[in-house]
């Protein structure tokens, strides 16, 4: 599933940082909150959007 392009809270634009962050944070081995600082997330419902987001693609897929 895809991250949502807008947070939910307020409405900031959180979409296009979600590949940056998944390859930085979740594949690497830098600190989340490092990687959210740099790419100019600040907002803590941002944050949160990013940071609490899973990928149920692979896990849903062979039950369609």
């Not at 941002?46 to 039950?63: F, G, K, N, W």
């Amino acid at each position: 599933m895809m991250i949502p392009v807008r947070c939910f809270t307020c409405g900031s634009v959180v979409g296009q940082h979600w590949e940056d962050f998944k390859a930085r944070a979740v594949e690497g081995e830098e600190d989340p909150g490092a990687v959210l600082d740099d790419l100019g997330v600040g907002r803590h419902c941002c944050r949160r959007m990013m940071v609490s987001h899973t990928d149920l693609v692979d896990i849903v897929a062979p039950y369609q």
